[in-house]
């Protein structure tokens, strides 16, 4: 049981629509077919073995199904728990909104390696050039745009960073992303400030996980040979 709640924890998102009454926050997302990047912002609440939450279903049996993807430093690995700020890849067979419900995260800092990272916001948006602002490590941003199967430059676009959305961030070193003590509007760009006239992010992403071969229980049923 601890196994499948700590898969139920993961939540998808991709257009965002946040609300907050008292501690309790919503964002009600949109899952596309195809692979989907995003991440887990929300806290959920857990009543004995349920979490308060419609979308967290849908979450459990793509996660028990192998088809929930995290990226480390060894490549792409299945998420098999959730990290508060981890972004992930998730391959669905249909499209459908999903709703996290769930209070802020009580870890406020997520650790960055250095190359490549998924990761996402928590519980408000991101401005990209906050980010650089007060990580200069971070040389690139990008986002997956699942409808046209492709990659945004999420500096070039200066489009914020939107919670339960993953992305890619390139980390020139090892270091500690802090997710409080940003502003959500754009800072004012110093002229003499050469990293924040970066307009695109230097490095590319890897591709999605689609050469990643899976095996589901269903699949794995089917090869044992039968017990008689």
């Known amino acids: 049981?601890?196994?499948?709640?700590?898969?139920?924890?993961?939540?998808?998102?991709?257009?965002?629509?946040?609300a907050d009454h008292n501690d309790v926050r919503v964002i009600i997302p949109v899952m596309y077919e195809g692979w989907n990047l995003l991440g887990f912002s929300l806290t959920p609440t857990v009543v004995g073995d349920s979490v308060l939450?419609?979308?967290y279903g849908a979450i459990m049996i793509a996660a028990l199904d192998n088809r929930v993807f995290y990226f480390n430093q060894d490549g792409y690995a299945f998420a098999d728990s959730a990290i508060m700020g981890e972004g992930f890849w998730l391959k669905?067979?249909?499209s459908a909104p999903l709703i996290q419900e769930g209070a802020k995260p009580i870890e406020r800092t997520h650790k960055l390696y250095e190359?490549?990272?998924?990761?996402?916001?928590?519980?408000?948006?991101?401005?990209?050039?906050?980010?650089?602002?007060?990580?200069?490590?971070?040389n690139s941003i990008w986002r997956w745009d699942t409808v046209n199967y492709r990659y945004h430059d999420v500096l070039a676009d200066q489009g914020h960073m939107t919670p339960g959305v993953g992305y890619w961030v390139?980390?020139?070193?090892?270091?500690?992303?802090?997710?409080?003590?940003?502003?959500?509007?754009?800072?004012?760009?110093?002229?003499?400030s050469s990293k924040w006239s970066t307009s695109k992010?230097?490095?590319?992403?890897?591709?999605?996980?689609?050469?990643?071969?899976?095996?589901?229980?269903?699949?794995v049923k089917a090869e044992l040979p039968l017990q008689r």
Request: aromatic residues 10%; glycine residues 4%; proline residues 11%.
């Open 92 to 94: 669905s067979f249909t």
């Open 1 to 18: 049981m601890k196994f499948i709640l700590s898969i139920l924890l993961i939540v998808l998102s991709a257009v965002t629509v946040i």
């Open 201 to 219: 992010s230097q490095e590319t992403p890897p591709d999605p996980p689609t050469a990643v071969r899976w095996e589901t229980w269903a699949r």
């Open 115 to 138: 190359g490549w990272n998924i990761i996402s916001p928590l519980e408000k948006e991101i401005h990209p050039q906050n980010l650089l602002s007060s990580h200069d490590m971070i």
């Open 53 to 55: 939450s419609s979308g």
């Open 170 to 192: 390139y980390s020139e070193v090892e270091d500690t992303l802090f997710y409080d003590g940003f502003s959500q509007s754009a800072p004012p760009i110093p002229p003499s």
